[in-house]
């Protein structure tokens, strides 16, 4: 079955997106990547050390970009202007190529979005000729402004970044999902394998994650783990579920040639 | 001698100094990094003709583990 995920027009097997920070080492980073079977990575862009410790090793000697589609992100940002100029450096970096994603944080506790600051940034990146995955909050209003300024992918909170608290408003999500003519990704939240499989059966175009894997016990079992749950979830969407009933008196085995009657 | 800021810190430079003179004498040449010099990209194609300036700012990056 082809049913590959096609971001500004560029098809990719995997819909399983995943994130490079918090783990222990690059080699910790490189297995449990090639482990999910992602094909787009994201990355940070930050200022290197200029001369104190050379021959530091380098994030993407070991994540080729000729192997994976790097795509820079702008954690960290708390305006516009910040996020513009983190990715027009990260463009710089990767040779030019165009995908992004941009995040604009309005709070350092929860890492809520700033949403009218990620509008104001999409508009310029967009303009500039930015491919844009866009990080934001779980209001289909605004999902839907930044769909109409050229987002090439909406990236829904499913809770918290970092919180693991999984799918909390599944309602809205399937508003966002409903609407979009553009893909849906889930972008933050995901605890563990069934909530990546839910936000996929909910009609998820793809999952972001980076904690659920980073961070569990055993990152490279959870990378495969995650890499099923996107596989199960998709197919279960395509195949479409049973409605829920409370009762059906309708039993799986037949209800005649029971001995003894 | 011209005083920049790279980074975030002042420096201390010696005049007529390229971009890529700056980063080979940091042995940051040929590495995968972006260069960003007073709020405006340097393109890597660019890296032997742009000359450092007195007050200039400039940023040096690389990509990092991030989600």
Not at chain 1, 64 to 72: A, D, G, Q
Not at chain 1, 107 to 133: Q, R, W, Y
Not at chain 1, 241 to 253: G, I
Not at chain 2, 21 to 27: F, M
Request: proline residues 5%; glycine residues 10%; contains cysteine.
């Amino acid at each position: 079955m082809n049913d590959s995920l096609v971001i500004a027009g560029k098809s990719y097997g995997s819909r399983l997106l995943v994130g490079t920070g918090k783990y222990k080492d690059f080699d910790e980073t490189r297995t449990a990547i090639d482990a999910s079977g992602a094909e787009i990575i994201t990355v940070a862009i930050r200022r290197t050390n200029i001369g104190q410790n050379a021959g530091e090793p380098n994030l993407l000697d070991a994540l080729p970009p000729e192997k994976f589609t790097i795509l820079p992100n702008t954690a960290g940002c708390y305006n516009a202007e910040d996020a513009v100029r983190t990715l027009r450096l990260g463009r710089e970096l990767l040779d030019g190529h165009p995908l992004c994603k941009l995040e604009v944080l309005g709070d350092p506790a929860t890492l809520f979005p700033n949403m009218p600051e990620t509008l104001k940034a999409a508009e310029i990146l967009v303009k500039d000729g930015f491919d844009v995955m866009v990080y934001c909050a779980d209001d289909p209003i605004q999902a839907k402004m930044l769909e109409e300024i050229g987002c090439v992918a909406i990236m829904p909170l499913a809770s918290l970044i970092g919180s693991g608290m999984g799918i909390v408003n599944p309602w809205n999500l399937r508003l966002i999902i409903d609407q979009a003519k553009v893909p849906v990704l889930v972008d933050a939240g995901v605890g563990t394998a069934s909530d990546a499989a839910i936000a996929m059966e909910l009609g998820c175009d793809g999952v972001l994650m980076n904690t659920a894997i980073a961070h569990a016990k055993k990152p490279v079992l959870m990378a495969s783990a995650m890499k099923k749950a996107v596989e199960a979830g998709r197919e279960a969407f395509l195949a479409g579920r049973m409605p829920r009933k409370l009762y059906s008196a309708d039993p799986s085995s037949p209800t005649q040639g029971l001995i003894g009657s | 001698m011209i005083q920049v800021t790279i980074n975030g810190q002042n420096e201390s430079l010696d005049e007529g100094l390229s971009v890529l003179a700056l980063l080979q004498g940091r042995e940051l040449a040929g590495k995968r990094l972006a260069v960003e010099r007073n709020g405006e990209i340097v393109p890597k194609g660019r890296h032997g003709e742009v000359m450092l300036a007195e007050g200039d700012r400039l940023e040096i990056v690389v990509a990092v583990g991030g989600g």
